[in-house]
């Protein structure tokens, strides 16, 4: 179980670099490459409420629960596959460190922007994650 648990998360991991620095539908293309940041906390998560109708529905949810989500399978993985990363702390810390390389990636490469609320947004997906892990190890534990 353990070989197909760790191959499912490395597929989810190779469909996450491609939509995080290949994926034209989500402008990573090779024409105008400048370099875009934020490093304003809440700027970006502000601005795309603020003009939730003008943006359209599905642009404010791939932003912002997109960027929660995305990261939701990080903090349910890490610690059933690895059993160092078994402690919401190191959870927490990884999913921002993984986090923080991709967003380095898309401004070195400009292929994105580094956006300080990705890192937040990220964040606070891993630790989902991981309360879900937590909460399923209890339950399964409970049927045992």
């Known amino acids: 179980m353990l070989w197909g648990g760790r191959a499912l998360f490395y597929l989810y991991m190779g469909c996450l670099i491609y939509f995080l ?35 359209g529905l599905e642009t404010v949810v791939v932003n912002l629960v997109g960027n929660v989500g995305v990261f939701v399978p990080v903090g349910m993985a890490v610690p059933l596959l690895y059993e160092r990363f078994r402690r919401f702390p190191q959870v927490a810390l990884l999913s921002f460190e993984v986090s923080l390389v991709a967003e380095v990636i898309q401004l070195v490469a400009k292929v994105g922007t580094f956006d300080v609320d990705d890192l937040l947004l990220n964040t606070i997906g891993g630790c989902i994650g991981y309360v879900l892990f937590i909460l399923c190890r209890h339950i399964w534990r409970k049927r045992m």
């Open 21 to 55: 620095f290949f994926s034209e539908r989500y402008g990573r293309t090779l024409s105008n490459r400048e370099y875009h940041y934020n490093l304003e906390l809440f700027k970006e998560i502000r601005r795309f409420w603020t003009y939730r109708r003008e943006l």
